[in-house]
């Protein structure tokens, strides 16, 4: 009795299990189509937007989670310019462009790096003056992507995708770094040199 409770156990479970999968395989099939299906799956809310339109191909071989599946359907929008913003319990799907004007998330946390989104990362820029991040930093935006400076604040203010926001982050802990003691007083000195000669000048 005890070794049928524990196979129809196991066998509820690899069924609830099979059933939380979701098969991702497409070849050029209408997008709001997909999108339709996955909110069927989910349960998931969805306004898209009249704009929102086009065909694509998505190649998973084996049933994924729900949460995985989200996560590929969000990078095949992303790849086509639409974008997903989060609005309560409801996922809306508009032109990347309209959400990242109107609908997009915003932190001072770095954002994790699924679903592919577009969000505003807040960074506190601390051990240089905020307005050199933005010049050495010009060239890494996306298409999609803007960079801003709070010169009173010290911040540089990004909005991109999230995976292109995780690699500005890596790469701005290896520059956000502060000097060396020796390289410091380098700086310090070239400073007050600089001060003394301006107020030279001027006199």
């Known amino acids: 009795m005890k070794l049928l409770a524990l196979i129809l156990a196991v066998f509820t479970m690899s069924l609830s299990q099979a059933e939380s999968k979701i098969k991702m395989y497409y070849k050029n099939e209408d997008l709001v189509k997909i999108i339709e299906f996955y909110s069927k799956v989910s349960g998931q809310k969805f306004v898209i937007d009249a704009a929102v339109r ?95 400076v709070s010169v009173n604040t010290n911040q540089v203010i990004f909005t991109d995708w999230v995976s292109n926001l995780n690699r500005i982050g890596d790469i701005m802990k290896e520059i956000d770094k502060p000097l060396d003691p020796q390289m410091a007083k380098l700086v310090e000195s070239s400073k007050s040199r600089i001060k003394s000669l301006s107020k030279e000048t001027n006199e």
Do not use: C
Request: net charge neutral; no cysteine; charged share 25%.
């Open 54 to 148: 086009g065909k694509i191909s998505l190649f998973l071989q084996e049933p994924v989670s729900v949460e995985e599946a989200f996560n590929q359907l969000s990078s095949a929008l992303a790849v086509n310019g639409y974008a997903i913003s989060k609005q309560g319990d409801t996922m809306v799907i508009a032109a990347a462009r309209n959400i990242q004007r109107d609908l997009i998330e915003v932190s001072t946390e770095r954002p994790s790096l699924k679903p592919q989104r577009l969000y505003t990362w807040i960074y506190n820029v601390r051990h240089s003056p905020a307005d050199s991040i933005n010049r050495e930093f010009r060239i890494f935006p996306s298409k999609e992507g803007e960079m801003s």
